[in-house]
C-alpha cells in the first residue's frame, strides 16, 4: 500500500499532538538549521575524539556483537565433530571396510547444513521482528530461545534430533548475525561505524579460534563427553549476554522511524558523554534523513529494496558480502584438509596445530583493518584486499606446477600463501563486508538489506560449500593448489565489479549517502562530491507544512 503525503504529515507531525509531550515545536527549516549542526559537529570529529565522546556506544555494541560468537563457534564445530571417534560411534554405524564407526555421508551433509537453513529463516524472520519490536527486544527474545535450543543437540540420543537441533539453534544465529551490524551502525557516530560494524567479523574469528581450541582439548577423549561438552559450553554465552542487555539503549534511529522523538534523545543522551553534538540536532538530523528516505521510497517492504536508488544500494550491499565467497573463502575453510593431503606433507595432529595458527592470524587480520580503516577508505581497502588475493591465489596455482615438478619447498610455500589469505582476508574483505552492507543500506530498508546480502551470501557459500570438496578431493577433481587458479579467475571478475560500483562511504551521513544514491553519483566520484545543506529540498521539495516536535534543548540553540 503506498502512503500519501498526508499519511506524510501524519507520521511526523503526531507527537506535537501528544498532550504528555513536553517537547519544543519547530518548523521545517528550523529543523534543517539543527540537522546541519548535528552532520557538521559530527564530520568533524576525529576518531580518537568521537571514542572518548561514545564510550557507551562503543561498550554496547561490543555487548551485543557478542552474540555472533555462538554462531562462529558452532560453525567450526559441527563439521569438526565428524572426526571425533566418540561422535561417529555414537551416532553412526559400524564400516565393515574401514573397521570404524563413520556417520554416513546423507547424514553429515544433513546436520551441517541444518543451521546453514535455520540461519536463512532467521535472517529473514529479522528483518521483519526489529521493525516491529525493535533490537533490545528482538535480541533478548531469541537469547531466550537459543538456550533452550541448545540443549536439542547436546542431548540428542539421534542424528535425527541433532539434525532438528542445529536447525532450531540456527534461527537466533540467523537473527543475532544480522542484527549486531545493524545496531552497531545505528547506535555509533560516523567516525565509529567502520570499527564497530568491522568488529562482528572479529565475533565471528573468536568463535572459530574458541571452537578448534575447545576440540584441540577433547581430540582425545572417548566418552559422551568428547562431544556433549563443546555443545555444552555454548551456554556459557546466552545468559550473561541477556543480563546485560536487558540494559542496553534502544536504536535512536529505530525509535525515530516509529516517531517516539524524545525517547530517542534520552538514548543518545546514554550513547554520549559529553558530546559537542547537542542530542536535539541529532535527532532533527535522524527526522530529516528519515523523511528523505519517505520521499524516496514511501514503503518498508521487501520489494522496496528492488526500487529507484534503493535497487543499486541492495546490490552493492549483496554483492559486497558474496564477495566473501568468491574470494576463495571456501578454499580458505579447508586449509587444514589443503595440508593433511599432501600439499604440505603434515600429519592430521600439525595440520590441525596450523588450522589454529590460521586462526589466530585471521584474528590480527581484523585488527590491520582497523589501522586501515582510520588512514584509508572503504572502497580502497576493499579492492586493495581483493587485488592482494587474486595475486596470492595464482601464486598457489604457480606453487602447484612447482610442486608436481618435483620441488619440495613449493609445498610449505603453499601453506605460508594460505596463511598470508587469511591475514589479508581478514585485514580487508571479511571485516569490510559487513561495514559496507550496514551503511549503503537505507536506514528504513536497513534490517531488509541486510537480510537479504546475509542470505546471498549464505545461497552461494553453500553452492561453493559443496563444489570446493570435489576440486581438492584426491579421488574426484584433485586440483590441489591449481584450485588457486579458479579462485584468481573469478576474484578478478569481481575485482572490476567492485572498481566500477563500489562506492566510498567514509565519513558520510546517512542523509548524506541517501542524497548521493538517489541522484545516481557515480561510485567513482563518491568520495569528491559535494552535497548542498539544501539538498533534499531541491529533490523533493520543502516540508514548510509539518512542526515536528522535538525535547527540551538543553543549549538553549532553538526558540
Given at each position: 500500500?503506498?502512503?500519501?503525503?498526508?499519511?506524510?504529515?501524519?507520521?511526523?507531525?503526531?507527537?506535537?499532538?501528544?498532550?504528555?509531550?513536553?517537547?519544543?515545536?519547530?518548523?521545517?527549516?528550523?529543523?534543517?538549521?539543527?540537522?546541519?549542526?548535528?552532520?557538521?559537529?559530527?564530520?568533524?570529529?576525529?576518531?580518537?575524539?568521537?571514542?572518548?565522546?561514545?564510550?557507551?556506544?562503543?561498550?554496547?555494541?561490543?555487548?551485543?556483537?557478542?552474540?555472533?560468537?555462538?554462531?562462529?563457534?558452532?560453525?567450526?564445530?559441527?563439521?569438526?565433530?565428524?572426526?571425533?571417534?566418540?561422535?561417529?560411534?555414537?551416532?553412526?554405524?559400524?564400516?565393515?571396510?574401514?573397521n570404524t564407526y563413520t556417520l554416513s555421508a546423507p547424514w553429515q551433509s544433513g546436520i551441517s547444513q541444518a543451521s546453514t537453513i535455520g540461519t536463512f529463516i532467521g535472517i529473514i524472520m529479522n528483518?521483519?521482528?526489529i521493525d516491529r519490536f525493535g533490537y533490545k527486544r528482538t535480541l533478548l527474545t531469541m537469547l531466550v530461545f537459543i538456550?533452550?535450543?541448545?540443549?536439542?543437540?547436546?542431548?540428542?540420543?539421534?542424528?535425527?534430533?541433532?539434525?532438528?537441533?542445529?536447525?532450531?539453534?540456527?534461527?537466533?544465529?540467523?537473527?543475532?548475525?544480522?542484527?549486531?551490524?545493524?545496531?552497531?551502525?545505528e547506535v555509533a557516530p560516523v567516525q565509529l561505524r567502520g570499527y564497530l560494524t568491522a568488529y562482528v567479523n572479529l565475533c565471528f574469528v573468536i568463535g572459530h579460534f574458541l571452537a578448534l581450541g575447545v576440540l584441540n582439548g577433547v581430540e582425545t577423549w572417548t566418552s559422551q563427553w568428547a562431544y556433549r561438552v563443546p555443545f555444552c559450553l555454548q551456554w556459557m554465552w546466552p545468559v550473561p549476554i541477556f543480563i546485560v542487555v536487558c540494559f542496553a539503549p534502544e536504536s535512536p534511529?529505530?525509535?525515530?522511524?516509529?516517531?517516539?522523538?524524545?525517547?530517542?534523545?534520552?538514548?543518545?543522551?546514554?550513547?554520549?558523554?559529553?558530546?559537542?553534538?547537542?542530542?536535539?540536532?541529532?535527532?532533527?538530523?535522524?527526522?530529516r534523513t528519515n523523511q528523505l528516505e519517505i520521499d524516496q521510497t514511501q514503503g518498508t517492504r521487501w520489494i522496496d529494496c528492488l526500487k529507484g536508488a534503493d535497487l543499486r544500494r541492495t546490490e552493492v550491499s549483496c554483492v559486497a558480502w558474496t564477495i566473501q565467497v568468491f574470494c576463495g573463502l571456501p578454499f580458505l575453510s579447508w586449509d587444514v584438509y589443503f595440508f593433511e593431503q599432501g600439499s604440505s606433507g603434515l600429519n592430521p595432529s600439525n595440520a590441525f596445530k596450523v588450522g589454529l595458527a590460521v586462526e589466530g592470524i585471521s584474528f590480527i587480520g581484523v585488527f590491520l583493518s582497523w589501522v586501515f580503516l582510520t588512514w584509508i577508505g572503504r572502497r580502497t581497502i576493499y579492492i586493495g584486499g581483493q587485488v592482494a588475493m587474486v595475486l596470492l591465489m595464482l601464486l598457489v596455482g604457480f606453487l602447484q606446477i612447482a610442486t608436481d615438478s618435483g620441488s619440495k619447498n613449493s609445498?610449505?610455500?603453499?601453506?605460508?600463501?594460505?596463511?598470508?589469505?587469511?591475514?589479508?582476508?581478514?585485514?580487508?574483505?571479511?571485516?569490510?563486508?559487513?561495514?559496507?552492507?550496514?551503511?549503503?543500506?537505507?536506514?528504513?530498508?536497513?534490517?531488509?538489506?541486510?537480510?537479504?546480502?546475509?542470505?546471498?551470501?549464505?545461497?552461494?557459500?553453500?553452492?561453493?560449500?559443496?563444489?570446493t570438496p570435489y576440486m581438492l578431493n584426491p579421488n574426484e577433481g584433485n586440483w590441489k593448489g591449481f584450485t588457486g587458479f579458479w579462485w584468481a579467475g573469478i576474484g578478478l571478475i569481481f575485482t572490476a565489479w567492485s572498481y566500477y560500483r563500489l562506492p566510498e562511504c567514509k565519513g558520510r551521513t546517512y542523509w548524506e549517502l541517501d542524497i548521493l544514491f538517489e541522484r545516481r553519483v557515480s561510485a567513482r566520484k563518491f568520495r569528491e562530491t559535494v552535497v548542498e545543506p539544501n539538498a533534499d529540498d531541491e529533490l523533493h521539495g520543502g516540508h514548510q507544512d509539518m512542526v515536528i516536535t522535538l525535547g527540551e534543548d538543553a543549549n538553549e540553540k532553538t526558540v
Open positions: 500500500m503506498s502512503t500519501t503525503p498526508d499519511d506524510i504529515k501524519e507520521e511526523v507531525e503526531h507527537i506535537e499532538k501528544d498532550e504528555h509531550s513536553h517537547g519544543v515545536r519547530v518548523n521545517w527549516d528550523q529543523l534543517k538549521e539543527e540537522a546541519q549542526r548535528a552532520i557538521e559537529a559530527e564530520q568533524t570529529m576525529s576518531p580518537l575524539e568521537a571514542l572518548k565522546r561514545y564510550p557507551m556506544a562503543v561498550f554496547w555494541s561490543w555487548v551485543i556483537s557478542l552474540a555472533v560468537l555462538m554462531e562462529g563457534f558452532d560453525t567450526n564445530l559441527i563439521g569438526s565433530l565428524f572426526a571425533l571417534p566418540a561422535f561417529a560411534k555414537a551416532y553412526g554405524s559400524y564400516s565393515d571396510v574401514s528483518g521483519y521482528l538456550t533452550g535450543f541448545i540443549a536439542i543437540p547436546t542431548f540428542a540420543p539421534n542424528p535425527a534430533t541433532l539434525l532438528v537441533g542445529e536447525l532450531l539453534c540456527g534461527i537466533p544465529w540467523g537473527v543475532f548475525c544480522t542484527l549486531a551490524p545493524a545496531y552497531a551502525s534511529w529505530y525509535l525515530v522511524r516509529k516517531n517516539r522523538l524524545e525517547e530517542a534523545e534520552v538514548m543518545l543522551r546514554r550513547l554520549s558523554k559529553n558530546s559537542p553534538i547537542n542530542p536535539r540536532d541529532a535527532v532533527a538530523m535522524m527526522v609445498n610449505w610455500g603453499q601453506g605460508a600463501m594460505l596463511m598470508l589469505l587469511c591475514l589479508v582476508y581478514n585485514g580487508t574483505i571479511g571485516p569490510l563486508a559487513y561495514c559496507i552492507a550496514a551503511e549503503t543500506s537505507s536506514t528504513r530498508l536497513r534490517n531488509r538489506t541486510i537480510a537479504l546480502a546475509r542470505n546471498s551470501y549464505n545461497i552461494i557459500s553453500i553452492v561453493f560449500g559443496i563444489a
